[in-house]
């Protein structure tokens, strides 16, 4: 008797989680201090902006997207909120948040994050544009943004998403949710989810090949 695609889908997908788990993974640079758990007074948005980054090619919706926002903060520190965003499917994956005490120390921080991934000086508004509409979609397939965002997101303060006419893709290229498993993925769970939202022909899963880095190559189930 052939077997379910789907069946087969996750049993794939829960066998390259296990491989991924035996490998040496990257995952978001940590800052000092507390770990990049520090959540940012309400007052940060309105300190000074000292840079916006994002991921040069944060347009190729195969891949995730780093954004990196920070501003001068009181007595020479500088406040950082950074976000790793999936346009594809589960909008904002991780966040993390911290009050560097001086520049040196921010400057390490940032050396780490764009040696893991091309990025490029954004405006705030698109990089704001980014998080919402990625936040937006994600919700309404039945997805949160992750935990660590209400710590990091005073850091955009009074950004304004709707000034912001550049268009936002979303999905995949056949115009579905694109789910491709990362590492830390709880496949069978943002799966299941996903089916209850869009029907198990609904979105497009994909996972790499064995061997190749996540954002190389993938195999569409």
């Not at 950074?82 to 040196?104: P, Q, R, T």
């Not at 710590?151 to 115009?175: E, F, H, M, S, T």
């Amino acid at each position: 008797m052939a077997q379910n695609p789907k069946k087969r889908q996750k049993k794939l997908a829960r066998k390259a989680a296990k491989r991924k788990k035996k490998r040496s993974k990257a995952r978001m640079p940590v800052a000092s201090g507390r770990g990049g758990r520090v959540k940012l007074p309400s007052e940060t948005g309105a300190w000074p902006l000292r840079e916006c980054l994002i991921a040069e090619e944060w347009r190729n919706t195969f891949q995730i997207t780093q954004i990196l926002i920070a501003r001068n903060a009181p007595g020479g520190r500088i406040a950082m909120g950074s976000f790793v965003v999936d346009l594809g499917c589960l909008g904002v994956k991780n966040a993390m948040s911290h009050i560097f005490e001086s520049g040196g120390e921010y400057r390490a921080f940032r050396n780490q994050m764009t040696s893991r991934q091309s990025m490029v000086p954004c405006a705030l508004d698109l990089a704001a544009k980014v998080i919402e509409e990625a936040i937006a979609y994600a919700r309404d397939l039945g997805f949160e943004p992750h935990r660590d965002y209400r710590r990091a997101a005073p850091i955009l303060g009074d950004a304004d998403p709707q000034a912001c006419n550049v268009p936002i893709p979303l999905g995949g290229p056949k115009g579905k949710p694109m789910f491709f498993a990362g590492p830390y993925d709880n496949v069978a769970k943002i799966m299941g989810t996903l089916e209850r939202a869009v029907g198990p022909d609904g979105y497009t899963f994909m996972m790499p090949l064995e061997g190749i880095g996540d954002t190389d190559a993938f195999l569409d189930l």
